[in-house]
């Protein structure tokens, strides 16, 4: 199993639907979350960074973290064609010992 | 602000060539991050820096590779000699340290014929 698993898509919605991109992990130690865009032959952005269970919010973009289940989610409501991306998620374990997903790709079609 | 700065852009040479890929930090950062990036295996920690003392290489496919951090503002990747599957794009990454997430540069998309 590996340490962090994200679903490869290609995921596509039309534009205005509210889009929802998971990540399960195995290492209960993790308690830094985040979630990076990464659009074609750019570096990955960092969009949320997020510390131990719960919500946080920021314009469009949602992040969640379920320690219990293991589980963390980014929600992108009213979705753009500008969102069209990779999104990665990462973790890490006080700031060390950073683990990335290996990506979702996503299409948001006008 | 400027971002983390890396040079070349594109780098294309011929196996048993040596490479050299460059990177600035952000101004005040303290810690260094090399990631290579490929198709097959995603995004993968090559080594980092801690107020420019190396803390973790474990992530070094061998020693064909090397890194340096002279000064803060300034680190190299080396790669001698190249072979074919050292092809992939090379991510360099800093932080203010502590806690703080990474932020990235643009890469450079190595091509070893």
């Known amino acids: 199993q590996k340490e962090v698993e994200q679903d490869p898509g290609p995921l596509s919605v039309p534009e205005g639907a509210i889009v929802s991109l998971n990540c399960t992990y195995s290492n209960s130690a993790f308690q830094y979350f985040m979630w990076y865009r990464q659009y074609s032959r750019k570096g990955p952005e960092l969009l949320m960074y997020t510390y131990s269970s719960g919500n946080k919010e920021d314009g469009r973009f949602t992040a969640q973290v379920d320690k219990s289940s293991k589980y963390i989610s980014l929600f992108i409501r009213d979705s753009q064609p500008s969102d069209s991306a990779t999104y990665l998620c990462a973790m890490s374990v006080k700031g060390q010992n950073f683990v990335f997903g290996p990506g979702t790709r996503l299409s948001v079609l006008p | 602000d400027a971002g983390v700065i890396q040079s070349p852009r594109h780098e294309v040479t011929e196996m048993g060539q040596e490479v050299t890929l460059r990177c600035k930090p952000i101004?005040?950062?303290?810690?260094l991050f090399w990631y290579r990036q490929t198709m097959m295996r995603g995004l993968e920690l090559l080594i980092y820096f801690n107020n420019n003392v190396p803390i973790d290489d474990s992530g070094m496919p061998e020693d064909r590779f090397s890194a340096k951090m002279p000064n803060a503002s300034f680190s190299t990747l080396k790669i001698q000699p190249s072979e074919p599957r050292d092809s992939a794009v090379y991510f360099c990454?800093?932080?203010?340290?502590?806690?703080?997430?990474?932020?990235f540069g643009d890469g450079t998309r190595l091509s070893i014929l």
């Open positions: 101004s005040g950062h303290n810690s």
């Open positions: 990454a800093s932080r203010l340290g502590g806690n703080q997430p990474q932020h």
